[in-house]
């Protein structure tokens, strides 16, 4: 676990953002493709309520940590934490501002920046949000073993 202890990076969400906005800024070598196919594709199924999609890409042991709390396990998260966030998710869109990822042997993190607009008590909400993910290659494919999410609302004219 020590060479994950180095790693402190930003966001993703990945879902294709409208032609109306700005193209994100993408820093993805080849190498790194795969592991962020799988980071969508965890995305991707959280948003749909496809838990057990979501469950096959995280790695057993995965730590997620958000707003100062943890889940140790894929079956704490799911059991539990996952939930909410498909319903938080519905209906929600992603813009996709930037993006970088790296792999390194088995390892593989992917960083993004985004910005989410959701509704909350029936009201219109926009969240400047990061994110990093780190995969493990396996036999089966890129697992996610550690989850950041870290976000914040956003008020009219504020930045990234």
Do not use: C
């Not at 994950?4 to 190498?31: C, G, M, N, R, W």
């Not at 790296?102 to 593989?108: E, I, P």
């Amino acid at each position: 676990m020590s060479r994950y202890l180095t790693l402190t990076l930003l966001l993703f969400f990945a879902v294709p953002a409208p032609a109306h906005e700005s193209k994100p800024q993408i820093d993805v070598p080849e190498a790194a493709k795969a592991a962020v196919e799988s980071v969508d594709s965890f995305f991707a199924a959280l948003s749909k309520g496809n838990l057990d999609g979501a469950g096959a890409l995280l790695d057993p042991g995965v730590i997620i940590l958000e707003a100062g709390g943890a889940e140790h396990s894929a079956t704490e998260y799911l059991g539990g934490h996952a939930k909410g966030d498909v319903e938080f998710l519905k209906g929600s869109h992603l813009q996709l501002l930037r993006r970088s990822a790296r792999v390194s042997g088995d390892l593989a993190w992917v960083a993004s920046e985004s910005e989410l607009h959701v509704e909350k008590n029936g009201k219109p909400m926009s969240l400047a949000s990061t994110e990093t993910m780190v995969l493990r290659s396996t036999h089966s494919g890129w697992k996610i073993v550690h989850v950041h999410w870290s976000s914040r609302a956003k008020k009219p004219g504020d930045s990234h």
